[in-house]
Structures are given as structure tokens and as C-alpha cells.
Nanobody, 129 residues
Framework: QVQLVESGGGSVQAGGSLRLACTASRRTINSACVSWFRQAPGKGREGIAAIYTGGRGSIYYIDSVKGRFTISEDNAENTVYLQMNSLKPEDTAMYYC?????????????????????WGQGTQVTVST
């Protein structure tokens, strides 16, 4: 079983930055797909970014975060990061990371709803005007 723990959420003003971390309990995350999702109150889950870990290179973003968010990995720390810059009020949501054997649902610029096997508990991001 893989446990994922998110951290780094908080409250910032529009234009600010946060870096979220998703740390796994096992090294299996180093050869998996780790995705970041968010869910705002009253809205459905939205895929934001994904990465094939272990240096395999493939990275995905939804169009609305391209150029503002960056996903990266630190294999030694079993951690995947989401650097979020130029934050907007509409980025306010609970952010989750998830892992599975492949980046299910991802296409260039979009994410199609698909289940992932392992999930973290989430970290809240609030962006004020």
C-alpha cells in the first residue's frame, strides 16, 4: 500500500506563489505517474498536472495552468512538487495528489475523468484578491 501526504497549502494573495509537496511512503512512487488534482466547493474534480516519475520525462498540464504551474520530482525524497506561481482567486480549491501505474486520462492540455489508485488527504489553497 502506498500512502501519499500533501503539504504546502495555505492562503496567499492573487499573484503570489505556493509550492505543494506530495510525499510517498514508498519508493514505488519513483516509477509511477503522480498527478495533482483540485476540487473547489460545488465543482467537480479537475486534473491539473501529471508526471511520469523516475526521470521518464512525460509531463502534462491543463491549459489553464500552463506557464504558471510546474510539476517536478525529487526521487531521493519520494516527493513530487507542484510550484504554483501567479495564483488567481479561481485557483482556490482543495488540492490532492494521486498515483497510479500510468497517467490515466491525460491528453495534451486536458484531463478526462479517470480513477487513480492512491490518493492523499489534500491540502487547501486559498487565493484572495
Amino acid at each position: 500500500q502506498v500512502q501519499l501526504v500533501e503539504s504546502g497549502g495555505g492562503s496567499v494573495q492573487a499573484g503570489g506563489s505556493l509550492r505543494l509537496a506530495c510525499t510517498a511512503s514508498r519508493r514505488t512512487i519513483n516509477s509511477a505517474c503522480v498527478s495533482w488534482f483540485r476540487q473547489a466547493p460545488g465543482k467537480g474534480r479537475e486534473g491539473i498536472a501529471a508526471i511520469y516519475t523516475g526521470g521518464r520525462g512525460s509531463i502534462y498540464y491543463i491549459d489553464s495552468v500552463k506557464g504558471r504551474f510546474t510539476i517536478s520530482e525529487d526521487n531521493a525524497e519520494n516527493t513530487v512538487y507542484l510550484q504554483m506561481n501567479s495564483l488567481k482567486p479561481e485557483d482556490t480549491a482543495m488540492y490532492y495528489c494521486a498515483a497510479d501505474v500510468a497517467c490515466f486520462g491525460w491528453r495534451d492540455g486536458i484531463w478526462v475523468e479517470h480513477e487513480y489508485k492512491y490518493w492523499g488527504q489534500g491540502t487547501q489553497v486559498t487565493v484572495s484578491t
